[in-house]
């Protein structure tokens, strides 16, 4: 898309907040991560024939472009190792991608650095895959890149998967729309090891919704039933009544959503996270205990956030802020971490929100 990896390469810490206008490629690089889940499960094809077909993933049209291509880095500093994964797709006729090329690298201290190409022409689908229960380096990248979840709470309506029932088997990994929130909270309650993840979750929403009291988090199926369903009900403090999921505004629901992603047992968290405009619909002091949550988090994983909100930014350090722009004369999306030593004078005086209004950062219409 606007992306151009010539010559730039994006780092992230533990957490890496990303700030600029409309149209500068922050979705842009999160469909990158949506796409990288696809290609895990071998469901490329599907994933571009769903989103516009392949001319709308190039930039502009396949006249101007006639092909992507990516790197991704895992690094190892303490025992300087980086793992690469590398991938190229060509336009090819249909509408489609094809691989021109996917390989895997390994590099250790100042050693030459060992590739192993997976495939060099023709397949529509990465071939990591066929390694998931292998082992060896291929496994591990996979392992990886597998663990790369996207997130977005946006859809509250009558009809979202929060306010459905959902399957309480199978429960292991928050879906990126939030579909089987029951489900997560079902298995962290009723599990030993887990419970007391699960009681921070709810003192956690208690401080931010002072009228909830629990989730009321029961099988829907009768006896016998091999897959029993669950929903996610509620009950008010000092009351008792116990009310359905309809019944929760749209930014509470968010708020159980991010705070059940976030405060989960850190052995369930993805390995990168990424949260697209998590502030929305939340109030001021909820967006204050968001950061919190993301740091909290960002310990045990790496979290990436798209955002908008000024009142977010101001929670975190300015080394944990990119900047997105769309520069005009390079003709690309280009990313600009900020330096806390040269921005030290600024915010002597100024909030990191206040030179982002104030254009000093950036990341401006």
Request: charged letters at 25%; glycine letters at 8%.
């Amino acid at each position: 898309k606007s992306i151009d990896s010539e010559g730039q390469l994006i780092e992230f810490g533990g957490v890496t907040v990303l700030i600029g206008p409309n149209g500068a490629g922050k979705s842009n690089f999160i469909s990158f991560f949506r796409m990288i889940n696809e290609m895990t499960e071998n469901n490329l094809t599907g994933y571009i024939g769903g989103n516009g077909r392949a001319s709308s993933f190039l930039y502009f049209d396949p006249v101007t472009t006639m092909s992507l291509r990516a790197e991704i880095i895992f690094s190892n500093e303490e025992e300087n190792i980086k793992n690469s994964y590398r991938f190229g797709l060509s336009y090819e006729i249909g509408n489609t991608f094809g691989f021109n090329n996917e390989e895997i690298a390994y590099k250790k201290d100042d050693l030459p650095e060992e590739r192993t190409v997976l495939q060099t022409v023709g397949f529509r689908e990465s071939l990591l895959n066929q390694y998931k229960r292998a082992v060896g380096r291929e496994r591990v990248i996979y392992d990886l890149l597998k663990n790369f979840s996207v997130y977005q709470f946006h859809n509250t309506s009558g009809t979202a998967g929060f306010r459905r029932s959902c399957n309480i088997s199978g429960a292991s990994t928050l879906l990126g729309d939030g579909s089987n929130l029951a489900s997560i909270l079902y298995a962290m309650a009723n599990n030993s090891a887990t419970s007391k993840y699960y009681k921070r979750i709810v003192s956690r929403i208690n401080a931010i919704f002072p009228q909830f009291d629990d989730f009321v988090l029961e099988p829907l199926g009768k006896e016998g039933v091999a897959q029993f369903q669950t929903e996610l009900k509620w009950k008010e403090k000092g009351r008792g009544q116990i009310f359905a999921p309809y019944q929760l505004s749209d930014g509470s629901l968010r708020f159980m959503a991010l705070t059940t992603l976030l405060l989960q047992p850190p052995h369930w968290l993805p390995r990168v996270i990424v949260i697209d405009e998590p502030e929305l619909g939340l109030h001021p002091t909820a967006i204050s205990d968001l950061a919190g949550m993301v740091k909290s988090a960002g310990r045990h994983a790496q979290v990436i956030l798209a955002t908008q909100s000024p009142r977010l930014v101001d929670e975190f350090e300015p080394n944990q802020i990119v900047v997105v722009e769309y520069v005009d004369r390079n003709k690309r999306s280009e990313f600009k971490k900020q330096d806390k030593d040269k921005l030290a004078e600024w915010l002597d005086r100024y909030t990191l929100s206040d030179l982002w209004d104030m254009n000093i950062l950036g990341g401006k219409p």
